[in-house]
C-alpha cells in the first residue's frame, strides 16, 4: 500500500512539473523516476539492433528522456509510459527481447519493413492493451506465439511476409469473440487449416492468409463474417467447392481464390448477391461451368481474374457496361464465341474508357479480330489474345492503341503481314506474334519502339532483311526471330545494343559473317545463330560477353580455328559448334570451364589431341564425331594414339599417292556403269523427289550408302518396319552420322509409303520432327529399283526402348526417364503435331505415332520421325484424295494407338493423331503399353487409367517416377505431392486426348499450352 501511494505522489509531482514548463531536465528527472521499467524495456530493444544504417537506435540515450526517442511515443494521461513503437521502414536488423512485454501501457507495436529476425516474444501476451501488432515484411521464424490469445483488446494482427511456420493457434479462438477485425498471415510458411473459429470474427473486416501451405476446403463458418471486405487464401492448397454462404456476403469487395484446388461452378447470379465487388480473383483453380451472366451487375467491378480455370461456353458480351474495369482475364479456357455474334464481347469491352489489361488467350475462339479493337481506350496497355484458332491478318487499328505496353498475338492461324505502323506504338516493352503464319518484311519502323524489351517474332513466315533500325532500341532485352525465312546479313546496328540477354535468330537464311560488334553485348548470356548460312570466323569479341550461358554457333559455314580468346567465357553451361567448317585444334581452355555441361564440336575440320579433362571425361556430354583427323582422348573414344597416327602417316604416304588416283578412277568407272544400266530401264526409273526448296541437299549414290553403312550389316541395323530397314551409317568425307531407311519395295504400298514420306517432309521443318537430309532413289548391285531415306541419326534411339527395355538391357545398359524427362517429350511430341495440324500450309495427318516413331537427340530432344503413312488434309477437316484412296487397305497405323473409328472405316483426320497421342502419353506415365495383357474383359488403358484418377494416380503411375522422393521431410512430402499434383494433370489429359468420340478428343494446341503450365506449376514454382 505504501509503494503505492508513493508511485501515486511521484506520479503527480511529474505531471505538475511537466504542466508548470520547468526545464527539460527537470522533467526527464521526474518521468524517469515515474517509470523504469519502460526505459529498461526500450534499451533491451535497443540492445537486440545488430544493424542501425539511418542512426536511429544511436541516438537513444541518456541526453534525451526515452519518450522522445524517435519511433517512442509516451501517454499524456499516464506520462513516462510508452504506447507507441513505431519503426516502420528503418532498415533495422536484429531480434525482439521478452522485455517488450513490460511495455503494459503499449497499444502499438509497428516494426514493418525491416531485418528482424528470431521468434515473436511470447511476452508480448502481457500487453493487455495492445490493439493493433505490426510486423510485416521482416524474418521473423518460429511459430505464431499462442499468448497473443490473452491480447484481449487487440483489432490489429499483421504477421504477413515472414518465415512463420506451424498451424494457427486454436488459443487465438478467444480473440473470435472480440474486436479484431484485420487478421493479415499471408506470404509465410504456415500449414494446417484455415480454422473455423475465425468465422466468430464478426467485427473481421481484413482476412489475408495467401501464399501459404494451408489445405483443406473453406469452413463454411466463414460465411457469417458479414463485415467482411476483403477475403484473399490465394495460392494455397486448399480444394473443394466454395461455400454458397461465401457468396452471399454482401458486403464483399475483394474476393480471391487463385491458384488452389477449388471446383464447383460458380453461381450464376453472383453479380446480384455481391454486388460491391471491386476485384473478383478465381484463376488457377479447376472451376466449370458458364461464367456468371450476372457479372455486369457488380457495377463497381475493376478487376476480374477467371484464368486457368475449367470454364466453358461462350464468352459473356455485356462487360461494356463495367465503367470502372480496369483489368479482365479469361485465360486457359475452353471458351467460345457465338458464331453469329463473332467477337462481339471484344466490340463491347470499348465501352470500357478505364480498361488496361484484356488477356483471352488460350481459348476457343475462332474467327477474324475485328476492326472495333481500334476503339479500345488508349489507357490500354496490355492486350494479349495468343493461342486461340484465330485467323485472318493483324488489324491496322492495332497501331492506333498508342498506350499498349504489351501486345500479344501469338500461337494462332494470324496471316498477313505486320502492321506498317506497328512503330507508332512507342510505348511497347513487349511485342509477341510469335507462331502464327505471318509473312512479308519486319517493317523497318520497328526502330521507333525505342522502349522495346522483348520482341518474338519466331516460328512465322517472315522474309527480308532484319531491320537495321532495331538498333535503336537500346533498351531491348529478348530478341527472338528464329524459325522463318529471313536472308541478308546481320545488322551491325542490332549487335551493338549492349541490353540485349538472349538473342535467337537460329533456323533462318542468314548469310555474310557474324558481326564483330557482337562483343558489345556484354550482358548476353544466350546466342543463337545456328542453322544459317553464315561465313567467316568466330568473332574473337566474343569474349566480351562473359556472361555466355549458351553458345550456338552449328550447322552454318564458319570457318578457322576457335577464336583462344574465347577463353572468357567461363560461365558456358552449352556449346554448339558442329556442322561448321573449323580447323585446327580443340582449345585446351575448354577442358577448364568447370560449368560446361554439353559440348558439341561434330563435323568439323579439327585435328590433333582431344583433351582428357573437364567436360572431355563423360563421353555423354561432348560430341566430336565427324572431326577424321582427332586423336587421343579419353579410351571409350576409341582413338587412336596421336603418336601411332603420326607414324602411319609417315609410313603410307607413298602408298596414299598411288592408291588415290587408282580409287578414283574406280569409282568413275563404275559410276559410268551404273549409268548406263539407269538409262537401260527407261521407263521404270523412279520419279524425281520433290526436296524442301529453300535447302540444297546433296545427291547421294546407292554406293555412298553402301559404304556409309558397311554394306547394309547386320551390326549396322537399327530398327525394323512393315515398309523398311533403319540402318546406322557415316555418310561421306565429312563423316555425318545418319539414319538410312532402306524401303522394302517388294511389300505392298512400299512405293506409296516412300512418296508419302518425301512429301510430308518436304515443305516442313520444326525442332520437334525429324530433319531429313536427303534422298536416295537408285537400282542396287543386282540391277532392282532401290529407295532410302537419309535421316540425321538420333544417338539416344526411340523412346520405345527406353519406356520398354528388356531384362538383359536392363542389366547391361540400364535406362530410365525421370518425370521432368518424360513432361519434356511429352511437350516436345505435342509440338510437333500442334505444328502439323494447325501451321503447315495444308494439314498433316502423322498416322502412326507410337513409342518407336519417336526418336531421342543427345539432349534428350524428342522428334517425331516415321511420316510412311503421313496424309495431307486439304481443308483441316477432310482427307485429300490420296488419303481416300489409301483408305480402302485398311485400318492404317498400329494396334493399340490407331483411333477406334478407323476400324469402323472412317478416314484419317487429325482427331485421330490426337487419340495416338493420348494412348502414348498414358504408356509414358504409367508404364504400361496399350496392348499389355493386364488388359483383359475389354478394358483398355483409357478405362484403366480413367479408372484411378485422382485418388489412385499413385498406384498406376511408373514406379521410377517416384525415385527422387524418400525419407518422411517437410521437403519430400511437398515433393511428392507435387508430383503427384502432375502426374494426375497429365494422366487427365491423356484421358481426355484418348476419348472413344472424336469430337470429345482435345486440341493439340491445348494440349501444348496446358502441359506447358503443368511443368512450369510443377518444376518452377
Known sequence: MRKLITSFILAYIALFLYSANLKPSSVAAALSIGNETDRLALLAFKDRITQDPLNLITSWNASTHFCKWQGVSCSVRHPGRVTVLNLAGMKLTGSLPHHLGNLSFLRRINLQNN???????????????????????????????????????????????????????????????????????????????????????????????????????????????????????????????????????????????????????????????????????????????????????????????????????????????????????????????????????????????????????????????????????????????????????????????????????????????????????????????????????????????????????????????????????????????????????????????????????????????????????????????????????????????????????GDNFLEGRIPPSLSTLKSLHFLNLSRNKLSSQIPGYLQNFTLLQYLNLSYNNLDGEVPQGGVFRNISAFSIVGNRKLCGGIKSLGLSSCQVLVKQKRGTSLAVKITIPVAISCLVLLAFLLVCLSRKKGSESSPSIMLPTDEQFRQVSYLELVQATNQFSSSNLIGEGHYGFVYRGVLGNEGMAVAVKVLKLTEKGAAKSFMAECNALRNIRHRNLIKIITTCSSIDSKGNDFKALIFEFMPNGSLDEWLHQSEGDQNEHPRSLSLTQRLSIAIDMASALEYLHHHCQAAIIHGDLKPSNILLGHDMTARVGDFGLASFLSDGLLPTVSQTERSSTGIRGTIGYVAPEYGMGSKGSIRGDVYSFGILLLEMFTGRKPTNTTFEDGQNIHQYTKAALPDRVMEIAEPSLFSEVSGEDDDNKTREGKIKDCLVAVLKIGVSCSMEAPGERMDMRDVVAELCRIRTKTFCH
Not at 480473440?175 to 470474427?201: C, E, H, M, Y
Not at 481500334?374 to 491496322?396: D, K, W
Not at 503481314?417 to 510469335?434: N, S
Not at 524489351?453 to 519466331?458: I, K, R
Open 115 to 553: 531485418g528482424f529476425q528470431g521468434i515473436i516474444p511470447q511476452e508480448l501476451g502481457r500487453l493487455s492493451r495492445l490493439k493493433d501488432l505490426d510486423l510485416t515484411s521482416n524474418a521473423f521464424q518460429g511459430e505464431i506465439p499462442t499468448n497473443l490469445s490473452y491480447c484481449s483488446e487487440i483489432q490489429v494482427i499483421r504477421l504477413a511476409y515472414n518465415n512463420l511456420v506451424g498451424k494457427i493457434p486454436e488459443e487465438l479462438s478467444s480473440l473470435s469473440t472480440n474486436k479484431l477485425k484485420r487478421f493479415q498471415v499471408s506470404v509465410n510458411g504456415l500449414t494446417g487449416s484455415i480454422p473455423r473459429w475465425l468465422g466468430n470474427a464478426s467485427s473481421l473486416i481484413f482476412l489475408f492468409m495467401s501464399v501459404n501451405y494451408f489445405q483443406g476446403t473453406i469452413p463454411s463458418e466463414l460465411g457469417r463474417l458479414l463485415n467482411l471486405t476483403y477475403l484473399q487464401i490465394s495460392e494455397n492448397n486448399l480444394s473443394g467447392v466454395v461455400p454458397p454462404s461465401i457468396y452471399n456476403i454482401s458486403s464483399l469487395g475483394h474476393l480471391d481464390f487463385t491458384y488452389n484446388q477449388f471446383d464447383g461452378k460458380i453461381p450464376q447470379d453472383i453479380g446480384f448477391t455481391l454486388p460491391n465487388l471491386l476485384g473478383l480473383y478465381l484463376g488457377g483453380n479447376q472451376f466449370t461451368g458458364h461464367l456468371p451472366i450476372s457479372l455486369s451487375n457488380a457495377s463497381g467491378l475493376q478487376e476480374s481474374n477467371f484464368a486457368e480455370n475449367n470454364f466453358t461456353g461462350t464468352m459473356l458480351t455485356n462487360l461494356g457496361s463495367l465503367k470502372d474495369l480496369v483489368r479482365l482475364t479469361v485465360a486457359g479456357n475452353q471458351l467460345e464465341i457465338d458464331k453469329a455474334e463473332g467477337f462481339s464481347f471484344l466490340t463491347s469491352l470499348t465501352n470500357c474508357s478505364n480498361l488496361q489489361a484484356l488477356n483471352i488467350a488460350t481459348n476457343r475462339f475462332q474467327g477474324e479480330l475485328p476492326a472495333s479493337i481500334a476503339n479500345f481506350s488508349s489507357a490500354l496497355q496490355q492486350l494479349i489474345v495468343a493461342t486461340n484458332p484465330i485467323s485472318g491478318s493483324i488489324p491496322e487499328g492495332v497501331t492506333s492503341l498508342i498506350g499498349l505496353t504489351r501486345l500479344v498475338i501469338s500461337q494462332s492461324s494470324i496471316t498477313g503481314e505486320i502492321p506498317a505502323g506497328i512503330g507508332t506504338l512507342q510505348r511497347l516493352e513487349d511485342l509477341q506474334m510469335y507462331s502464327n503464319r505471318i509473312s512479308g518484311a519486319i517493317p523497318e519502323t520497328i526502330g521507333n519502339i525505342t522502349q522495346l524489351l522483348q520482341l518474338y517474332l519466331f516460328g512465322n513466315n517472315l522474309s527480308g532483311n532484319i531491320p537495321p533500325s532495331l538498333g535503336n532500341c537500346k533498351r531491348l532485352e529478348v530478341l527472338h526471330l528464329f524459325g522463318n525465312n529471313l536472308t541478308g546479313f546481320i545488322p551491325e546496328e542490332v549487335a551493338r545494343v549492349s541490353t540485349t540477354v538472349s538473342f535467337k535468330l537460329a533456323q533462318n537464311s542468314l548469310t555474310g559473317p557474324l558481326p564483330m560488334e557482337v562483343g558489345n553485348m556484354s550482358k548476353l548470356i544466350v546466342l543463337d545463330v545456328s542453322d544459317n548460312r553464315l561465313s567467316g570466323e568466330i568473332p574473337s569479341t566474343l569474349s566480351k560477353c562473359i556472361m555466355l550461358e549458351s553458345l550456338s554457333l
